[in-house]
């Protein structure tokens, strides 16, 4: 059997879908949350379908899913009126209701959301072919990053419990709310990337809009009903439809105070000049990345492997913190290469729902043609592509390719290819890597393989001036959550970590007066009164 037919194979018919995987109907999504209710929708819909293609008599096709709603202007704009008027100014009961029944609300949320689990978890697979195995880790992750979110808060309002008396003033110092928040995640990390930004947003007393990613909507529907009965009215609304004909009349209103995407900074840059006070706007944005590998003559080349493959292939490359070119010592080229290419051909490759699968179809339509695209660039300006069938396709599915030795005049030497292709860069001087970084327009991460201490240490001095975070002898990642998570340059705007977020979403606000015996009595009966959600010495457990 050739390699295409084995790729061929990998795509069931219907009747071949294992059972506990299977969806029972198509999820037609006829509702949207908007001002506390779900309201109907009759209008045009948008068609989801899988990147997991069934074959047919007529060939392959991909699995239709279910549809959503393709709202328009006016709705987008019915729901930021309900948001506006949830926040009413900081007035609303939302953003003025004390810190414990906000948490309340949310563990409420969480419970709710528990108990779907199961769906969501299977419309992550459907939607946008992960495996199983991580779209249950990215659920549970989730819900491991609200409960973090919420211990946080309790600890930062313990901390804020006490008064700070300075110079004959006497102050308490707390975080309060931004206003409205516009929220839109990504599609390759749909649930968990989006709840990093919109649970810390509405936690700390913001209302939101909530427009989730092109692939990766429906699996936010069985969760709305847990925002509509554990929030107030018009805290949370989702606004669906094409972003380039809803989201530029919000911004145009002025009346977003923050703005939140994970997503390309081409997009986030023209999203922020249309809004008209653009001081008065706060944006938390993840963006692009094209993460370096630097494997030295000093490196563990079997670690480096293992560690390339990872980070470069996990989730088929669609990740924002993964590896997308690797700069590997011409001394060390031919026994990296030969040892990657082993490696990747021993990854299970399949339908997202098979035991221990690594690669499996990808959810954007277009992603293999411009894979194909970078890869026949570089070969037409030199390169090869290493592995036995790399960049092979069929339909929605692209076997990874090895691509070496890339040079400056390449698509995949600065575009982010965002899939299954490995550019390998030769280098002899470690100099050619470090202004490869300076001169790039991204700056998230790096990752350095030697087991050269002076070596080492020679390139963390300049590089993490130049990207955010710089890994010894591992791939690049996101996690642990507790760990700041940002970018320079066109990467990322604000800080997002568990704490971090909880302060991006949140502006520090005191009440001071000065000391003296009136004042002191004052202070002493609000707070003994407990009239005042802000000024309270009450202490979170």
Request: glycine residues 6%; charged residues 20%.
């Amino acid at each position: 059997m050739s390699f295409q037919e084995q790729l061929q194979e990998i795509f069931v018919t219907e009747a071949e879908i294992p059972e506990a995987y299977r969806l029972q109907e198509e999820l037609n999504q006829k509702t949207y949350l908007s001002n506390g209710e779900m309201c109907n929708w009759t209008g045009d819909v948008h068609t989801v379908l899988s990147p997991i293609c069934i074959r047919t008599a007529t060939g392959l096709e991909r699995k239709v899913i279910g549809t959503y709603p393709l709202c328009g202007p006016e709705e987008a704009m019915a729901s930021l009126d309900a948001a506006v008027a949830a926040y009413n100014n900081g007035r609303g009961e939302w953003p003025t209701m004390s810190v414990a029944d906000r948490i309340s609300c949310v563990e409420q949320f969480t419970r709710q959301i528990i108990a779907k689990k199961d769906e969501v978890v299977k419309l992550l697979m459907w939607e946008i072919g992960k495996s199983h195995g991580d779209s249950v880790k990215e659920f549970d992750r989730t819900v491991e990053y609200i409960y973090a979110t919420i211990d946080a808060l309790k600890d930062i309002d313990r901390h804020s419990s006490t008064f700070t008396i300075e110079q004959g003033i006497v102050a308490q110092i707390r975080r309060s709310p931004l206003g409205v928040v516009l929220c839109m995640g990504p599609f390759n990390y749909p649930l968990n990337e989006t709840f990093t930004t919109l649970i810390p947003a509405l936690i700390m007393g913001n209302t939101i809009l909530f427009k989730p990613p092109k692939h990766g909507t429906l699996l936010h529907y069985p969760l709305l009903e847990a925002f509509r009965t554990c929030f107030p009215k018009g805290v949370v609304n989702t606004i669906y439809g094409r972003g380039n004909q809803i989201i530029p009349d919000l911004m145009k209103s002025g009346q977003i105070n923050v703005l939140t995407l994970i997503g390309s900074s081409k997009v986030a840059n023209e999203l922020k000049k249309l809004h008209p006070k653009v001081n008065r706007l706060r944006a938390i944005l993840g963006l692009d990345a094209k993460n370096a590998a630097i494997i030295t003559q000093h490196a563990d080349v079997k670690l480096a492997i293992q560690e390339t493959l990872l980070g470069s292939l996990s989730f088929n490359g669609q990740r924002c913190t993964a590896l997308k070119i690797i700069f590997v010592h011409k001394s060390l080229a031919d026994e990296f290469l030969k040892g990657l290419a082993e490696a990747v051909a021993g990854l299970k490759f399949g339908m997202p729902w098979v035991d221990g699968v690594s690669l499996t179809p990808l959810p954007e339509p277009q992603k293999p043609a411009y894979l194909k695209e970078c890869i026949d660039d570089a070969v037409a300006h030199g390169a090869k592509v290493i592995n036995e069938n790399g960049g092979e396709t069929v339909a929605s599915f692209v076997y990874p390719a090895i691509v070496y030795p890339v040079n400056k005049d390449m698509k995949l030497y600065e575009e982010e290819q965002f899939g299954p292709v490995i550019p390998v860069v030769p280098f002899e001087d470690l100099e050619e890597t470090i202004e490869y970084l300076i001169e790039s327009t991204h700056g998230q991460q790096v990752s350095i393989f030697s087991n050269d201490d002076d070596e080492i240490a020679s390139l963390i001095d300049p590089l993490v001036n130049q990207v955010s975070r710089v890994n010894i002898n591992c791939q690049c990642q996101r996690g642990p959550d507790v760990f700041p998570f940002t970018g320079r340059k066109d990467s990322a705007e604000g800080t997002l970590s568990v704490v971090d977020a909880l302060r991006s979403f949140s502006i520090r606000s005191l009440v001071a007066t000065k000391l003296n015996d009136k004042n002191k009595q004052l202070i002493n009966e609000i707070v003994n009164s407990n009239s005042s959600n802000f000024l309270s010495t009450k202490y979170l457990f």
